[in-house]
């Protein structure tokens, strides 16, 4: 009898552990390696930015909208292109350092003499010091792309001043340079974030000219045509360097900056580009 009684709890607690073994088997554990999973944008978060954009009369939007689906949200306080005509542009990079793609880009713009512009993920820097010394030794601009890669629109203001406090002292820490150039997860903006960033002194930027390299079925080919069609003067254009596999940039990337020189245009960073502070 006694044996009996003690068995019955026992069984209880087994299938309650059971029952909530089952329960949580979905979520990914909190951890460390965890958050070293790549910070993929996908294409859903794209579709609900065209989604997003308003419906005005306004014909420039209209055109942009037929020749860019990638366009970020109007919304934003800051820039998405330079006004000229002069046959300059910027190429930009979001979501690293990451890996072995970020110093690979590095190559690839050294020999063809490119200076770009990187907005980094402030997490990414933790792991990645050297590579991010390196971007900004090599003579290009680092920007901030906040500390983990949340969509702005969800989050308090608070938690979007940690995101950009928090990479912008680590970038500090590591080059010695305080970023003035944010560009915001998914191109999200709303007035709350526009308000918030441009009120701690940080310039918006987003893009022009954008393509899917960051989906896993990209096509190097396509990601070049892409960007061929869309390029015009004053022109920022968003590639990834972080955030997963960036093999298919790599491999498009020479023949973007080849073709684009072709046609004329030349490479600037975004503080040349908008003649603007890129540090404080
Ligand atoms: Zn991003």
Same mark, same amino acid.
């Given at each position: 009898?006694?044996?009996?009684?003690?068995?019955?709890? *026992?069984?209880?607690?087994?299938?309650?552990?059971?029952?909530?073994?089952?329960?949580?088997?979905?979520?990914?554990?909190?951890?460390?390696? @965890?958050?070293?999973?790549?910070?993929? %944008?996908?294409?859903?978060?794209?579709?609900?930015?065209? $989604?997003?954009?308003?419906?005005?009369?306004?014909?420039?939007?209209?055109? @942009?909208?037929?020749?860019?689906?990638?366009?970020?949200? #109007? #919304?934003?306080?800051?820039?998405?292109?330079? %006004?000229?005509?002069?046959?300059?542009?910027?190429?930009?990079?979001?979501?690293?350092?990451?890996? #072995?793609?970020?110093?690979?880009?590095? %190559?690839?713009?050294?020999?063809?003499?490119?200076? $770009?512009?990187?907005?980094? *993920?402030?997490?990414?820097?933790?792991?990645?010091?050297?590579?991010?010394? #390196?971007?900004?030794?090599?003579?290009?601009?680092?920007?901030?792309?906040? /500390?983990?890669?949340?969509? /702005?629109?969800?989050?308090?203001?608070?938690?979007?001043?940690? @995101?950009?406090?928090?990479?912008?002292?680590?970038?500090?820490?590591?080059?010695?340079?305080?970023?003035?150039? /944010?560009?915001?997860?998914?191109?999200?903006?709303?007035?709350?974030?526009?308000?918030?960033?441009?009120?701690?002194?940080?310039?918006?930027?987003?893009?022009?000219?954008?393509?899917?390299?960051?989906?896993?079925? $990209?096509?190097?080919?396509?990601?070049?045509?892409?960007?061929?069609?869309?390029?015009?003067?004053?022109?920022?254009?968003?590639?990834?360097?972080?955030?997963?596999?960036?093999?298919?940039?790599?491999?498009?990337?020479?023949?973007?900056?080849?073709?684009?020189?072709?046609?004329?245009?030349?490479?600037?960073?975004?503080? %040349?580009?908008?003649?603007?502070?890129?540090?404080?």
């Amino acid at each position: 009898m006694f044996l009996r009684k003690i068995k019955i709890p *026992v069984f209880f607690a087994v299938a309650a552990y059971l029952i909530f073994l089952s329960l949580t088997a979905g979520i990914p554990p909190l951890n460390k390696t @965890e958050k070293k999973y790549p910070l993929v %944008e996908k294409p859903t978060s794209e579709i609900s930015r065209k $989604a997003a954009i308003p419906v005005q009369s306004d014909t420039s939007l209209i055109q @942009e909208r037929k020749v860019n689906q990638f366009l970020p949200m #109007k #919304k934003c306080d800051g820039y998405q292109n330079a %006004e000229t005509g002069e046959k300059v542009v910027a190429l930009t990079f979001d979501d690293g350092p990451f890996n #072995k793609y970020t110093g690979k880009i590095l %190559e690839i713009l050294k020999e063809h003499n490119v200076k $770009a512009t990187f907005f980094l *993920v402030g997490e990414y820097v933790t792991y990645y010091p050297v590579l991010t010394k #390196k971007i900004h030794k090599q003579g290009h601009v680092l920007g901030n792309h906040s /500390f983990s890669h949340p969509d /702005f629109k969800k989050i308090t203001t608070d938690e979007m001043k940690k @995101e950009l406090n928090k990479t912008s002292r680590e970038i500090k820490k590591v080059t010695g340079k305080y970023p003035l150039l /944010f560009r915001p997860p998914y191109g999200h903006c709303t007035d709350s974030v526009n308000h918030t960033v441009n009120h701690l002194g940080y310039t918006i930027i987003t893009w022009s000219v954008m393509t899917d390299d960051f989906c896993p079925d $990209a096509k190097a080919v396509k990601i070049k045509e892409d960007i061929l069609d869309k390029v015009h003067p004053g022109a920022i254009i968003g590639l990834h360097d972080g955030g997963g596999d960036r093999t298919k940039t790599l491999k498009a990337l020479p023949g973007i900056i080849e073709e684009i020189r072709e046609q004329g245009y030349e490479f600037l960073t975004i503080p %040349e580009l908008l003649n603007i502070e890129p540090y404080k």
